[in-house]
């Protein structure tokens, strides 16, 4: 049975895995794959600058290879794929993230595609991830719809405010060029059935794409390549982890 590890991005309790986990129910999945949410010790607040890239690299860095000798791949619960890189260095085992993933099934589906996101701060990393990954020149373009994110609840109890801006932003992305367009944070997946009922061209929710991108990956019997991602000369695991713990003991003190 393969088992997944989807690191959540946040230091969150039960209730709040919760809501990370229920990006599953928009898709159905094959036989025996097993799904467990865990998340990090401490990470930002919520993703606003290089400042807090800085940390969720560490953050998501951290648990992924404590965790990753239990599990057949690991999945980045966050849109800025943070920790991709070094964790593919890192362990032995698949490594996916959503932005990645989004970005190039988008091309898959269309010529052109447009990010539809909450919050104008987190349209930096997106713009810093598609340089990185060489399809900034097929971006529409990024629309926001200047709601500060609620990284615990989610949508819930906004709905009737949040799904018509986003909506009006997507269509304005499709008239921009979009053929695609891109759910901006894995924070959004509650809206993505209602964003798929009024809009005229495919919606992608960067979680459940994450997923099933793993799968296919996992039924491929594929992996990095190591020679993009070479293991380290000299690993540096347990100062990490110590880096961390500290935080930790920090933030509770």
Not at 106 to 116: D, H, K, P
Not at 121 to 146: E, F, L, S, T
Not at 193 to 207: C, E, M, S, T, Y
Not at 222 to 245: C, G
């Amino acid at each position: 049975m393969p088992r997944i590890a989807v690191l959540v991005p946040f230091a969150f309790d039960d209730e709040g895995l919760a809501k990370r986990r229920a990006q599953q129910d928009s898709v159905s999945w094959g036989p025996g794959i097993d799904f467990e949410y865990i998340p990090v010790k401490a990470g930002p607040m919520v993703y606003e600058g290089p400042h807090d890239w800085m940390i969720a690299d560490l953050a998501m860095f951290e648990v992924g290879q404590r965790v990753a000798r239990d599990y057949d791949a690991l999945v980045i619960d966050t849109m800025s794929d943070s920790g991709v890189e070094a964790l593919r260095c890192a362990v032995e085992i698949p490594v996916i993230g959503p932005a990645r993933a989004c970005y190039h099934l988008a091309l898959t589906l269309g010529s052109s595609f447009g990010v539809l996101t909450q919050w104008a701060p987190w349209a930096a990393i997106y713009k810093k991830n598609m340089a990185a990954y060489g399809v900034a020149h097929q971006c529409a373009g990024i629309r926001h719809i200047d709601t500060p994110p609620d990284v615990k609840n989610l949508l819930g109890g906004k709905e009737d405010v949040v799904f018509p801006k986003l909506v009006t932003a997507g269509l304005e992305l499709v008239e921009a060029g979009a053929d695609v367009l891109i759910l901006g944070s894995t924070t959004m997946h509650e809206a993505h059935a209602h964003l798929v009922a009024h809009l005229p061209v495919p919606v992608l929710n960067p979680g459940p794409v994450s997923y099933k991108v793993c799968e296919a990956v996992l039924g491929l019997g594929l992996n990095h390549s190591r020679k993009s991602y070479p293991a380290p000369l000299v690993p540096k695991y347990e100062l990490v982890t110590a880096m961390l713990d500290a935080a930790v003991a920090h933030e509770t003190a």
